[in-house]
């Protein structure tokens, strides 16, 4: 089967999200759409969907025009599609998300053919090694697996096209990769996928064609051997450096030292930390690897005190934080991104000026005797909405418009505002485009540059090595080996398995 | 992932009416695909901003600022709550009019020879609506056919005087619904308050001026300790702010209605469940002389007003009760201790509460009896929602409401017309902002950015 879309325009308003775009899909092959947040390549298969109306250009089936009314004709024509979010519902089991829509009865009674769905669920699990349990109850799942449930329901209405919108931003490392060989076996199986992507190295794993949108418009097409740093600079429409500009470290005496620290989670009685010591020096950048919920995100909770400790003890400059309130921590000169921005750093229906005081407000200059100064919060918002390229319409514009590029930058203004011992960033570029990232980036090394003891918790391995003087790699809430960056990719990957350093050395 | 994430992990969601940078705008519109797409069309008109080129600055964010201003401001019109809290008083008032046509009873009788004379129906509805606006009007704001001035303005001070109660109330629920705490107990806090209030207004016999004051103090002090209750269990253990105010309410009224078994509460020689009447010492002094009974307290409600707004736009504490009202994770991640806010917010919402209690035994009744909260407690839930919980929102709710209730003895004397009806008003307009979208399909507004991603 053959998928082409002819001059695609889709506007809103004066906005047009899709100019003009040409791609076209063959049977057995892999098509990226690469392109930036916002670039359009949702709203193109939005269109292809059926969800948009299209304001010009044409759907063709093998050279067939063809229309879609809604994801009913899409999907009775052929083509599936898994969103970013999933479309599951938590509490049924596999076979039963997999028959919903698509419901067959027996009997006189009309009774569910749950038992059809279920041999369903199992012939395509076998087929391309999903390891999917029909009977599983969708929830306890991982995203990873959810994420096959979706793609298993696709198929199981008989999908010749799949599409896959930015499939990894929820997975890990390994299931990445897993996700990857699944869409090769796809595409040797005859099913043409096309992968919705802003991340450039799964686009040349497994990329047969690379279209590229910008604003709107095809900016080009690339060969899947063209390098990282070309089809960045397609994408972002300007040289992008893919690598970060970093002096060697001047390392100082010790900053913070966690010793043997240990948190269990008070409702489930897990071991979440477990006897984790480690230091890190003025000046230097320790990044903490590990397959996520490994207690990385713990570790840099419980060091602020938003978890508390159960024993153990953590030291910045001398003074124990364990015990201590959360506003203390954040006062001794801790500076705190919180893995979930929208959860935990910003509050979306405040202004952007509010979010900028939102650990501030307390002290002079911006209040003064429990009476904030609206002046001073006005200034400083400005002041920081200027250093740090904050694009909003204004300070008094509500945070939650604004994109995940710079909400982030909001939260990282506010946190690099104080003066810091120790700056604790968890996730601090996840989601963000190229040229985001690259800006937070190179704010993280300033801070380092400028005598800052630094914690960066990441699931990407490329931010890792990116950042990193020196790698501590986590693993069931223990630290498996602290070791040097130039350590490779595959050894790395080892040590976040469990392997490689053994339980004396970790305590 | 939980739930909560997957709604507030799109922060490009939310597509502002400012028209945010282009790229940005633009990915909004992806994201909220759904069968919503129409209305998704319509919001999309704003995001007119000319496309940033490059990685450029702030130059080009003062460009995108400009050019939609005119549409922006007419937009913020068209999707702000006032309008909507508007249209639902409007479209209360059109059914509460079908509901006076057909209580009236002239209406009923012409309606029996509807077929014959189908125009003595329809005189007879205009009527019976003309006379029954014209009742509310002459009942809460003018009475146009008094013979002094103090007679055609007494009404409106009459409206004034019903409404402190629900200022008072009004204001400490909006500061919890702000905080993120519904709070249902003004009822009993209202009752604790006014106990209190009420003791001290007539068992002790303290010099003029201070006597007020005590008093005064006493019935904010009574709501506080009823407010401070489900404060604490919900810092403390978690417990349900709405399960436990209701309870406490159930128990105020039957602590009151034990309290006036006992002598001390009674009047000597009655075994009456009614206090004696307060000490005049304790009394708010009438604001406008004895021709009227608008008090000294609508004074001091307003003047809480202001405190109540000071205090939450321009103190810290209010920062801190919004942000932990928004985003308790985000609060308390930024160093906001989220327990002590709770226990706060509920306290001055309880104190509040009390003061309402205050105009009812030191203003208007004099008297403490089990039926001196009336329905001011769940009024003044209204109030509050009407009001978006700012504080001047409830100052216009409350004397909206105050004029309803005071228009009640007029619309039955001149219009003939059961005072029910009133409260059947109230009550739709209560079930129209509960229902936003509803009143934006009658009147077809657009909807705020804001609704549109729930519904995506």
């Known amino acids: 089967m053959k998928l082409e879309l002819r001059e695609i325009t889709k506007r809103f308003g004066d906005f047009t999200a899709n100019d003009a775009i040409s791609i076209t899909v063959e049977s057995g092959t892999v098509h990226a759409l690469l392109g930036e947040n916002g670039a359009g390549k949702s709203t193109l298969m939005n269109v292809l969907f059926g969800l948009y109306d299209a304001d010009g250009g044409q759907i063709l089936l093998d050279d067939e025009p063809v229309t879609f009314a809604g994801p009913g004709d899409a999907m009775a024509a052929g083509i599936g599609m898994v969103h970013q979010h999933f479309m599951l519902v938590p509490v049924f089991t596999v076979a039963e998300n997999v028959m919903l829509g698509h419901e067959q009865v027996k009997g006189p009674a009309k009774m569910l053919d749950v038992a059809a769905a279920r041999a369903k669920v199992r012939e395509l699990s076998d087929r391309f090694g999903f390891d999917i349990d029909p009977d599983a109850i969708v929830e306890n799942l991982s995203v990873g697996a959810q994420q096959r449930v979706e793609i298993i329901k696709a198929l199981s209405r008989d999908a010749k096209v799949l599409i896959l919108d930015e499939p990894t931003a929820v997975l890990t490392p390994q299931e990445t990769d897993e996700l990857l060989e699944i869409v090769r076996q796809l595409r040797d199986s005859g099913t043409a996928v096309v992968l919705i992507t802003h991340k450039l190295r799964e686009v040349k794993a497994v990329a047969d064609t690379i279209t590229v949108i910008r604003r709107g418009k095809v900016v080009g097409t690339a060969e899947p051997s063209a390098s990282q740093e070309e089809l960045a600079s397609l994408m972002v429409g300007r040289d992008v450096s893919m690598t970060v500009d970093k002096d060697e470290a001047q390392v100082g005496d010790t900053m913070l030292e966690v010793s043997d620290l240990t948190v269990v989670d008070e409702d489930s009685q897990v071991t979440v930390l477990d006897n984790v010591s480690f230091e890190v020096k003025r000046g230097e950048i320790l990044a903490v690897a590990g397959v996520q919920g490994n207690g990385q995100t713990e570790l840099a909770e419980a060091i602020l005190g938003v978890i508390a400790a159960s024993s153990g003890s953590v030291r910045l400059d001398g003074d124990e934080l364990t015990g201590r309130s959360i506003r203390d921590n954040l006062e001794a000169g801790i500076g705190f991104v919180p893995e979930d921005r929208t959860e935990d750093g910003v509050v979306a229906t405040f202004t952007v000026a509010n979010n900028l005081i939102l650990d501030l407000y307390q002290g002079a200059p911006y209040s003064r005797r429990g009476a904030i100064d609206p002046k001073v919060v006005t200034s400083h918002a400005e002041e920081q909405v200027e250093r740090f390229d904050v694009r909003t319409t204004s300070i008094e514009a509500l945070t939650g418009s604004l994109s995940g590029g710079n909400q982030q930058k909001v939260v990282l203004a506010r946190e690099l505002a104080r003066d810091l011992k120790l700056l604790i960033a968890s996730q601090p570029t996840r989601g963000l485009d190229v040229g985001s990232i690259e800006f937070v980036h190179k704010r993280i090394i300033e801070e380092r540059d400028k005598g800052v003891a630094v914690i960066i918790v990441s699931s990407e391995l490329d931010e890792v090595y990116a950042l990193a003087d020196r790698i501590a790699v986590m693993y069931h809430g223990r630290i498996v080996d602290i070791v040097e960056p130039d350590t490779d990719r595959d050894t790395l990957g080892l040590m976040m398995a469990g392997a490689h350093g053994d339980e004396e050395e970790a305590a | ?456």
């Open chain 2, 1 to 456: 992932m939980s739930d909560r994430k997957k709604k507030s992990g799109k922060p490009g969601g939310t597509p502002g009416p400012e028209g945010v940078d282009a790229p940005d705008a633009g990915e909004a519109h992806e994201d909220s695909a759904s069968a919503s797409a129409s209305r998704t069309d319509a919001s999309a008109v704003d995001s007119t901003a000319p496309e940033p080129e490059g990685a450029g600055g702030n130059a080009e964010s003062a460009a995108v600022e400009e050019a939609p201003k005119s549409q922006t401001v007419l937009r913020e019109i068209l999707e702000s709550s006032t309008l909507v809290v508007i249209m639902a008083i409007v479209a209360s008032l059109a059914i509460g009019g079908i509901l006076i046509v057909f209580a009236d009873e002239q209406v009923r009788e012409a309606a029996t020879y509807f077929f014959a004379r189908p125009g003595d129906t329809f005189s007879a509805m205009g009527d019976a609506l003309g006379s029954a606006y014209s009742a509310i009007f002459q009942g809460a704001v003018l009475n146009f056919n008094a013979d002094t001035f103090a007679g055609m303005i007494r009404p409106f001070t009459q409206t004034l005087t019903m409404a402190t109660p629900l200022i008072f109330a009004g204001l400490g629920l909006g500061i919890g619904f702000r905080a993120g705490l519904f709070n249902i107990g003004a009822q009993g806090q209202l009752l604790i308050g006014a106990t209190l209030g009420a003791y001290v207004g007539f068992a002790w016999h303290l010099p003029w001026g201070i006597h007020l004051i005590v008093a005064i103090l006493g019935c904010a002090l009574g709501g506080a300790i009823w407010g401070f209750i489900p404060g604490f269990l919900k810092a403390r253990t978690g417990a349900h702010e709405v399960i436990v105010t209701i309870m406490l309410n159930y128990i105020a009224l039957n602590l009151v209605a034990w309290l006036l078994t006992l002598e001390a509460f009674q009047r000597e020689g009655s075994d009456n469940p009614i206090t004696p009447i307060v000490d005049e010492t304790a009394q708010y002094p009438l604001l406008l002389g004895s021709g009227f009974n608008l008090h000294w307290g609508f004074v001091l409600a307003l003047a809480c007003a202001w405190g109540v707004w000071w205090l939450m736009e321009r103190s810290t504490l209010g920062f801190e009760l919004r942000a932990v009202g928004a985003n308790p994770h985000a609060a308390r991640t930024a160093g906001m201790n989220v327990s002590k806010g709770y226990i706060l917010v509920m306290v001055i919402a309880g104190a509040l509460a009390g003061l309402a209690g205050s105009a009812q035994v030191l203003g208007t009744e004099k008297v403490l009896t089990t039926a001196t909260a009336g329905s001011l407690g769940f009024d003044a839930i209204t109030v509050a929602l009407l009001g978006r919980s700012r504080p001047v929102g409830t100052i216009m709710a409350a004397i909206l409401f105050g004029g309803l209730r005071a228009a009640g003895p007029t619309l039955q004397v001149q219009a003939g017309l059961p005072v029910d009806i009133v409260f059947v008003i109230q009550a739709l307009i209560v079930l129209f902002i509960a229902a936003p979208p509803l009143v934006r399909s009658i009147f077809r507004l657009p909807a705020p950015a804001h609704e549109k991603e729930v519904a995506a």
